[in-house]
């Protein structure tokens, strides 16, 4: 298991199988959403995360090839492409402070 | 994350736009976004078996009755040109897991200049009314305008 304050995250990496598609709906949705806050999102293959991501969302089905390239980040799994509440964890914690935990 | 596309119309054509199509399941589907992609000269022929892999191992149905078949990591060096494409199933297409796809939207992407269109659409999905106007579109103009026009700002 691994945490991050809120005010520490500067950047939310969205990952899935090939980086083309839902990753990219995803991360573009968020990225709105965070703005305000000057979090970076991206988005990328799983099996390229970057070493500088402080917090990584994938479909739940990828959370341990995630996890696999990882090493101790905090890694969350989302359900829905559309909405799922764990984007809405996120940017509390990034807007309102709070650990976030995996 | 990428660059903004600067002819965004040229990824997404009304020749890539087919509406009223049946397919026999999600392979038939999927193998007709392959070869509207073909079509458009997005891809080559070695794309396609990459998007069945890709919905074996995961799902890309996103929810609202849409789907977004896409090939792996691996196959984008078979990508000629970032494109997309929409078909549109009215009786719609069993996705398994439940879920029924009655429209689809195949990419093929090099790098980052699907992401407005994508961006839209999520945005467009999110928004009931929205989506069966997309889902339900009369003509490839319908399409082209609702996926081209929410303002990518990323």
Known sequence: ?102 | MGRLPTERTALLTPEGVRLGRTASGRADAIDQCGQALLDVGAVSAEYLPAMHEREESVSTFIGEGVAIPHGTDASRQYVKQTSLVVLQFPDGVDWGSGNVAKLCVGIAAHGSEQVGILSSLAMILMDPAKAAELREAPDAETVIRLLQSIDEEN
């Open chain 1, 1 to 102: 298991m691994s945490t991050i304050e809120g005010s520490a995250i500067k950047k939310v990496v969205i990952a899935c199988d090939a980086g083309m598609g839902s990753s990219v709906m995803v991360a573009s949705q968020l990225a709105k959403r965070l703005k305000p806050y000057k979090v970076s999102v991206s988005h990328t293959p799983v099996n390229d995360i970057p070493a500088d991501a402080d917090v990584v969302l994938c479909q739940s089905t990828l959370l341990a090839r995630a996890k696999k390239g990882s090493g101790d980040k905090v890694i969350l799994g989302f359900q829905s492409f559309l909405g799922d509440p764990v984007f809405d964890k996120v940017e509390a914690a990034i807007r309102d402070g709070g650990s976030l935990a995996d």
